[in-house]
C-alpha cells in the first residue's frame, strides 16, 4: 500500500463548476500535510497547508481528517488556469521529509 | 530574493555514466532536500543534507550520493547510470528548525538517460 493515495484522474470538468479532490495517508502519526500544485514539466509549488480545523484560501479549501486519515481539497468556481496536476504531500517522519502522493489531474474546459 | 536555483536545466547521458547536479536554496535557509520524479508519479525523497551532512534517506540505492557545502548549496551525484535513472530531479529548501514547514523547490534538472 502507497504511504499516500491519490486518485490519478484525469477530472475532466467545465469551468465554473466545483470539484473536490480526496487523498488517504498510511502513517497516524504524520505530521503536517499541504497541497502542493505542479503544471506539466514545472516543479511543484505550494498550493495551501491543510490544517485540522479546515483552511480556505479563496475557491480552495482544503479538510483534514487525523481520524480517518483522509485530506480532501475543494476548488470552487473553476477557471481554466486551475488545470494541472494537485499532489497530496504529508510530512510523515520527524524531520522534514515530505512524502507525494502520485497527483491528480484537473483539466478544466471552456 | 533569490528562490531555488538549480543546475543544469536539462542533461543527456549514457548508461554507466556519472552525473553531478546543482542547487542553491532560497536565501535564508540551511536545509536541502532532493527528489527524483518519474514521469507521470509524484516526487520520491532521495536525500536531505543540513550542516553538511545527510540527515534523512530515501529507499534509494548507494549510487545516489550528495553532499552539502559550508554556503549551504548541495550536489546530487549519481554513480553507473541506468535507464531507470531518467527523471526530474528536484532540490527543495526548507529551514532545519521549521519543521512541519512547507519547502521550496527549484525548477529542477531533467536526466534523460540514453
Known amino acids: 500500500r502507497k504511504e499516500v493515495e491519490q486518485d490519478p484522474g484525469p477530472f475532466n470538468v467545465p469551468e465554473g463548476a466545483t470539484v473536490a479532490f480526496n487523498c488517504t495517508y498510511s502513517n497516524s502519526a504524520s505530521q503536517s500535510f499541504f497541497w502542493y500544485r505542479q503544471d506539466c514539466r514545472k516543479e511543484p509549488k505550494l498550493l495551501m497547508s491543510v490544517y485540522s480545523s479546515g483552511n480556505e484560501d479563496g475557491r480552495f479549501t482544503a479538510q483534514l481528517n487525523r481520524a480517518s486519515q483522509y485530506i480532501s481539497l475543494l476548488i470552487r468556481d473553476s477557471k481554466l488556469s486551475d488545470s494541472a496536476t494537485y499532489l497530496c504531500v504529508v510530512n510523515m517522519r520527524a524531520g522534514n521529509m515530505l512524502t507525494f502522493g502520485g497527483g491528480t489531474r484537473l483539466m478544466v474546459k471552456p | 530574493d533569490a528562490g531555488v536555483t538549480q543546475s543544469p536545466t536539462h542533461l543527456i547521458k549514457t548508461r554507466g555514466q556519472q552525473v553531478t547536479l546543482r542547487c542553491s536554496p532560497k536565501?535564508?535557509?540551511?536545509?536541502v532536500s532532493w527528489y527524483q520524479q518519474a514521469l507521470g508519479q509524484g516526487p520520491q525523497f532521495i536525500f536531505q543534507?543540513?550542516?553538511?551532512?545527510?540527515?534523512q534517506r530515501g529507499n534509494f540505492p548507494d549510487r545516489f550520493s550528495g553532499h552539502q557545502f559550508p554556503n549551504y548549496s548541495s550536489e546530487l551525484n549519481v554513480n553507473a547510470l541506468l535507464l531507470g535513472d531518467s527523471a526530474l530531479y528536484l532540490c527543495a529548501s526548507s529551514l532545519w528548525t521549521g519543521v512541519g514547514q512547507p519547502q521550496h523547490f527549484g525548477d529542477g534538472t531533467r536526466l534523460s538517460i540514453l
Open positions: 536565501s535564508g535557509h540551511d536545509t
Open positions: 543534507y543540513y550542516e553538511e551532512e545527510e540527515r
